[in-house]
């Protein structure tokens, strides 16, 4: 395996730029093709299409557990990584990939009993057999994070991505069935596993010698996973049996397009940042500083992104989805609230585990799971998805809470510290909320002829413009400090073409 020959002093803001440039570029590429193909299937197949389908993620989500020991993170955290722990990490995906498939296999008729839908028996066994695929997919390409090296992991992610896209999208036209989006699933393993082996030339062997040094790490990051499950996945065995596939569909989608601040636009930041905390995880200054770069950042973008989803919903649904999807627009508003405090606390996570203390989150996600569990299926069962939602929404307060707690502690960041980084952005997207909620209020009034797509772009332009305008102006006000607007300013001047560089303009 290449070796990381980066000293943590020249570990600089530019360089996770760079890093998050190339992912973020990725998930540009990956929304666009996403939005695509959200329009096609939204229109081509049913809530209860995607309903079947969450069913059946929903049982493989619980095979997969026994193979959520986070050998990825491992890998990078533990800088003097040898390939006979790349061997192990990869043995331990393989045999775990043939237990996955073979445990679908087993669940598939039970499971089609228990939901009552004899169509998740065929749906099951080839995800199954989509498990098998995915346990062979060369480990190496872990090292692309690693060693920073993001323009493969790029290419990595993107051939996927359009794998997928080209199979679903195509058997929907061609079929319009769920099977479009188990087969686009399958497809992108496919060629998650060609490629893998195409663009990195490590070549795995069947060895398990560093399986002890990898399971001290990965034990907190299996049991993070098995009580991320039970708060995340519970809801749709729950709602599966209550509200059937429809309601399932609706809450599903919901949340998917909600979460977008972490799943979308953060989640790249992150990856590109997580391989730098745990080189600098022997200095905690230096660790503290950088954290303090990216965490304004997320704030900068998490705010706005989810105050933009929340304030412009019923335009979005009705652009994006269809008619068929407006139940989905009260859950979509409440899931904003709850993408967004993921967004924030995510971060706080990977601090927390590039200092090798992964056992910190998973004792406050156990503790929570024992209070919220009950809950979530309580109001799941009298309540359905609206019930489902407000507790994700309880759970989501109680997390960022203790995380916040936690993280203070362990890093010696005062809470005030956070408070300073994240309050401009914060009131900035609350009067942007405010804003085109009133605007959107007064077009449905004024103008109820106008087509969504057209009230949606006026939406959008008007909440973008007013959001970096009072960002700007506030940042003035309190004296230009150090933060993300100054990053963010600097990054766009250090980038204008030469001649408005000698002219001085900014």
Partial sequence: MSKITLPKEQISGNQIAKGAAWLMLFKMVDKGVGLVSTLILARLLTPADFG???????VLAFSQLMSAFGFDSALIQRQEATREHYDTAWSFNVVFGVSIASLLVALSVPMAQFYGDPRLVAILIVLGFSALVGGFEN?????????????????????????????????????????????????????????????HPFRPRFSLAARHDLMHFSKWIFLSSLIGFFTGRSTDFVLG?????????????????????????????????????????????ALRARFLEVFGIICLIGFPVSGGLFGAADAAVRVVLGPQWLDSIPLIRIFAVCGLMGALQSNLYLVIVAMNKPQVNTLLSGCLLVVTLPLTIWSSLHYGVQGAAYSMLFYSSCAITGIVFLFCRLTHIRPTVLLGVCWRPALCAAAMVAGITLLDQTLQAMAPGLYAVGRLGILVLAGAFSYAFLSWLLWAVCGSPKGAERMLLEFITQRRPAWLRRSGTV
């Fill in 52 to 58: 079947l389908v969450a069913m059946a993620t929903a």
């Fill in 139 to 199: 480990v190496g390409t872990v090292a692309f994070r690693k060693d920073l090296n993001f323009r493969s992991e790029f290419h990595f992610l993107v051939a996927k991505r359009i794998a997928t896209f080209v199979v679903t999208v195509g058997l929907a036209i061609t079929l319009k069935t769920y099977w479009a989006l188990v087969a686009g699933a399958l497809a992108g393993r496919v060629m998650s596993l060609w490629i893998s082996y195409r663009l």
């Fill in 241 to 285: 049996r209550t509200v059937g596939s429809t309601g399932l569909g609706i809450y599903n989608v919901a949340l998917e397009i909600a979460s977008m601040p972490s799943t979308e636009l953060i989640a790249p930041l992150n990856r590109a940042v997580y391989p730098v905390y745990a080189r600098l995880a022997s200095d905690p200054e």
